[in-house]
């Protein structure tokens, strides 16, 4: 069993469409190990978006990730790191498969409903970042 890190968006979270999100992560067969409602500051927005800081939108990622409430997940399954990007959908929710989180909820390729690690390495990073008792 492999485990990633998901977080449904403040767009999403203030559309209240956390439930629909979750029944879609739960249909789909995924474990939810641990779920948290939190309020990123900025400053925990840029040490979370790190990895972008070179990117010409990185002011506008991370205040937008610290205007609302976020639900932070991490949720197991075989394969869980591709299967929970298959499920997101691709980044612009114009590009986005029909059945994907992202083409039913995202609004736009900035305010796109939902995040997922993209490697094992950085599903590690990002489950201790915001788990850090969870082995
Ligand atoms: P991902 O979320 O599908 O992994 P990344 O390329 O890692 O996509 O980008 C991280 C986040 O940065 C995106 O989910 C989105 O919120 C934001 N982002 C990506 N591209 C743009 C853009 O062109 N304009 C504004 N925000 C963007
Ligand atoms: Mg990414």
Do not use: C
């Not at 203030?14 to 995924?30: R, T």
């Not at 779920?35 to 400053?43: I, V």
Request: proline share 5%; charged share 25%.
């Amino acid at each position: 069993m492999e485990k990633t890190l998901g977080i449904i968006k403040p767009d999403a979270v203030a559309a209240h469409h956390s439930g629909n999100i979750i029944a879609m992560i739960e249909k789909n067969g995924f474990t939810i190990v641990r779920m948290q409602k939190m309020h990123l500051s900025k400053k925990q927005a840029e040490q979370f978006y790190a990895v972008h800081k070179e990117r010409p939108f990185f002011g506008e990622m991370t205040s937008f990730i610290s205007s609302g409430p976020v639900i932070v997940m991490v949720l197991e399954k075989n394969d869980a790191i591709k299967a929970w990007r298959d499920l997101m959908g691709a980044t612009d929710p114009k590009k986005a498969a029909p059945h994907t989180i992202r083409a039913h909820y995202a609004i736009d390729i900035g305010k796109n409903a939902v995040h997922g690690s993209d490697a094992p390495e950085t599903a590690a990073e990002e489950i201790a970042f915001f788990f850090p008792d969870l082995k």
